[in-house]
Each structure stands twice: as structure tokens, then as C-alpha cells.
């Protein structure tokens, strides 16, 4: 069975900071560190966290917290 970032084309913002990516169908979002080079010249994904957006639904706490986010970075 294929994955969902193997057949999903994901919602994504890259910065300086990191990335930042929505599986929209599979309801995820990954928060990635830069990617960054190695001394052999190799690139490397930074370190990726996924959550799960399904398992955050209806909880009005965690949506409160997230558009105070929001608003801080306006």
C-alpha cells in the first residue's frame, strides 16, 4: 500500500527556519528543521515531526491555542 507523502502532493512552505508541509487528503501536517549539508556535500532533511490532524479534531483548547498563534505571527 502506498504511502501518503508517496502519492499526496503536499500544501508546503519552505523558510530559512524550516519547512512546513499539509497532506490535505491524509489530513497531516509536518514540521520540518532546514535542510542542511553535510561535509561530504550531501543534503539532509532536517528533523520531521507529523501530526495527525484527525486526532485534533473538535478539541477547542488546542484551537484556541493555535489562532493565538496565528495571531502572534500575524
Not at 549539508?37 to 528533523?47: F, M, P, V
Amino acid at each position: 500500500m502506498a504511502r501518503y507523502y508517496e502519492v499526496e502532493i503536499p500544501e508546503s512552505v519552505v523558510t530559512e527556519f524550516g519547512e512546513f508541509k499539509y497532506y490535505k487528503e491524509a489530513k497531516k501536517l509536518q514540521v520540518s528543521l532546514p535542510k542542511w549539508k553535510s561535509l561530504d556535500d550531501e543534503i539532509h532533511h532536517g528533523k520531521t515531526v507529523t501530526l495527525d490532524m484527525n486526532d485534533f479534531k473538535g478539541n477547542e483548547e488546542l484551537k484556541t491555542l493555535l489562532n493565538m498563534v496565528l495571531a502572534e505571527i500575524g
